[in-house]
């Protein structure tokens, strides 16, 4: 059974870096037929894909936020991670990571992680 | 890009039939996927491709799909069932999720 945790800090300061780590575990991060994504929830609101990774280092990201957000891979640990530079009180939001299963259409998220509530706040 | 669009509330009576949709140009080449999500848990695939259901996922959940729209129908719905649900797609700039549907169980 899969299983995706996201782990990062639960208060970041307006202007910084916010930087989340997602951990998976009960398969591997560098098999192939799956995209590795970001996916946020603004409180009250609706699901938001901020971006996914492959094992390889390939990624694409929501235009509205691609000039903010790098997300990248390290396979050795089995891990994803966000960064999302110059957050606003508009990023306080439930970050989800979660796993695309892109090895033939149609493509879906089948695993995800609880979530962590991220806040921006001074 | 394109949206998807989705009404914000559904109702219906338990054990009755309710159909909740997505409308959106990228339907027209991609399949939905459906999510449930109840509070404070994270979102569970319910639906995916033309008509699939994940394993540990109720019959009673089907999904449907023509031309902009795609369905996600639950037949006899239960208590339980009450719940926020999204759909997804690709589009071109990669990947969207409808707005969600809140379903009351009366």
């Known amino acids: 059974q899969v299983q995706l945790q996201e782990s990062g800090p639960g208060l970041v300061k307006p202007s910084q870096t916010l930087s989340l780590t997602c951990t998976v575990s009960?398969?591997?991060?560098?098999?192939?037929?799956?995209?590795w994504s970001w996916i946020r929830q603004h409180p009250g609101k609706g699901l938001e894909w901020i971006g996914y990774?492959?094992?390889?280092?390939?990624?694409y990201y929501n235009p509205s936020l691609k000039s903010r957000v790098t997300i990248s891979v390290d396979t050795s640990k089995n891990q994803f991670s966000l960064k999302l530079s110059s957050v606003t009180a508009a990023d306080t939001a439930v970050y989800y990571c979660?796993?695309?299963?892109?090895?033939?259409?149609?493509?879906?998220?089948?695993?995800w992680g609880q979530g962590t509530l991220v806040t921006v706040s001074s | 890009s394109s949206e998807l669009t989705q009404d914000p509330a559904v109702s219906v009576a338990l054990g009755q039939t309710v159909r909740i949709t997505c409308q959106g140009d990228?339907?027209?080449?991609?399949?939905a996927s459906w999510y449930q999500q109840k509070p404070g848990q994270a979102p569970v695939l319910v639906i995916y491709?033309?008509?699939n259901r994940p394993s540990g996922i109720p019959d009673r959940f089907s999904g449907s799909s023509s031309g902009n729209t795609a369905s996600l129908t639950i037949t006899g719905a239960q208590a339980e069932d009450e719940a926020d649900y999204y759909c997804?797609?690709?589009?071109?700039?990669?990947?969207?999720f409808g707005g969600g549907t809140k379903l009351t169980v009366l």
């Open positions: 491709g033309k008509n």
């Open positions: 997804n797609s690709r589009d071109s700039s990669g990947n969207q």
């Open positions: 990228s339907l027209r080449s991609y399949y």
């Open positions: 990774i492959y094992y390889s280092g390939s990624t």
């Open positions: 979660a796993r695309e299963n892109v090895g033939r259409l149609p493509y879906y998220f089948d695993y």
């Open positions: 009960g398969g591997s991060i560098s098999s192939g037929g799956y995209y």
